[in-house]
Every structure is written in C-alpha cells, then in structure tokens.
C-alpha cells in the first residue's frame, strides 16, 4: 500500500467534510519552507484577522497538521501548519478563492515571514500542487517556473478580486439554475410528445384493426 497516497486521500475526505464538496474537488497548494516556530502560525491568523477581517476556527481531521478553517463573505479555505511550510486547501471550481483568498493568504504570509526574517527573496518554484483524480489516484505538480500568486497588493486588490469573483460566481449560479429549469421544461414537451405519439400509433393501429 502506498501509505503516502492514503494519507492525502484521507486528508482530502476530511478537508471536503468541513468545505462541502466532493473529495476530488480539494486541491492543496503547499509552500515549502521551513518555519521556525508554529506560534508564526497563530500570528499570522490573528494579523489576518485584524486587518483583512478574515474568520477562522479550528478543523477537525487528519490533516497532517493543525488546521483551520477560515472564511470570508463568498468563500472559505483550510490553512494548514506544517514544520515544513504552509498548506492551503482550497475548492478547485471557487473563483472566489483562486482569484481572492488564496492570493491573499499567500501574499500575507510572505510578507509577514519576510517582515520576520528580513527576507525578500522567497522562491516561487517551492510551491507544491496536489489533487485526488476521478479514480481516487493522488496527483503532484512541482511548479517549476515562477507564478503570479503573489503579484497582488495585500489588501484592496483582493477585496476587490474577490468582489468580482462573488458576482461571478452568482450569475454563474443563476446559470446554471435557468438551465436546469430549462432541461426540466425540455424534457416534459418530450414526454408529452412521446405520449401523443404512441396515442396516434395507437388509434391508427385500432383503425386499421376495423378496416
């Protein structure tokens, strides 16, 4: 067995409990880093909570780490501790939290480790990417090129993004709601077209009987 695979497997089944999605739909973005003392953790959520208005509350699970839930007005990730750097459990479909809440917590916590330690040097390419596939198999991505989640300002920015990714999301939602209803409709007129096709089969079968 593979004992690795099984623990994240394990690790996205709670994670979807507390998120209210399927298992396949968490992804994790792990930052690796080594962190000198989990009490940088708590500060952070307290700063996070101080100046963005981030909620957050502890999660229950085997998530290879203490973790928490924490949440805004559209949206809502796990944050996770590590010894070896910072883990986000985000929903793969959120708009919300891939252009709002990821973005900040990454941005935030750089810049609150860099604050810290004096760094400003931290490297992208230590970023670590993991999903459960359609048949429960796990599957990693190193990211091997630097990318844009820190690119924007801590705070309004992302207030701003996650604005828009609200509305997004509700028109997407009204979408998909309109074409349910739609699909509904569709399929009682075929119903109905079938019953009266097999009524007029059925008399013309009952007039040629007579005939």
């Known amino acids: ?14 994670a979807s409990r507390h998120l209210g999605v399927k298992p396949s739909e968490i992804v994790s973005l792990k930052l ?3 962190v000198n003392s989990y009490a940088e953790y708590r500060e952070f959520l307290h700063a996070l909570e101080r100046e963005t208005g981030l909620q957050w509350s502890d999660v229950d699970g085997e998530l290879q780490g203490k973790g928490y839930l924490l949440s805004d007005s559209s949206s809502r990730v796990i ?4 010894e070896s750097g910072l ?11 891939l252009i709002g809440l990821v973005p900040l917590i990454v941005q ?10 004096g760094r400003r040097d931290f490297d992208e390419r230590g ?10 198999h796990l599957v990693e991505d190193h990211v091997h090129d630097p990318i844009s989640l820190t690119s924007m300002p801590f705070n309004l920015n992302a207030t701003l ?25 569709v399929g009682v007129l075929e119903k109905r077209m079938m019953d009266k096709t097999k009524k007029r089969k059925l008399r013309t079968r009952k007039k040629n009987s007579r005939s």
């Open 161 to 185: 993004a996650t604005a828009a990714a609200k509305n997004i999301e509700c028109d997407l939602r009204q979408l998909t709601e309109q074409v349910q209803s739609l699909n509904c409709r």
């Open 87 to 97: 883990e986000i459990l985000y929903i793969a479909g959120s708009i919300a939290s």
């Open 108 to 117: 935030g916590w750089r810049a609150f480790r860099g604050h810290r330690s």
């Open 1 to 14: 067995m593979d004992y690795r695979a099984e623990a994240f497997r394990k690790k996205f089944n709670d």
């Open 32 to 34: 690796r880093e080594n």
């Open 127 to 136: 970023i670590e990417i993991r999903r459960l596939d359609e048949n429960g």
């Open 79 to 82: 944050f996770v501790e590590h």
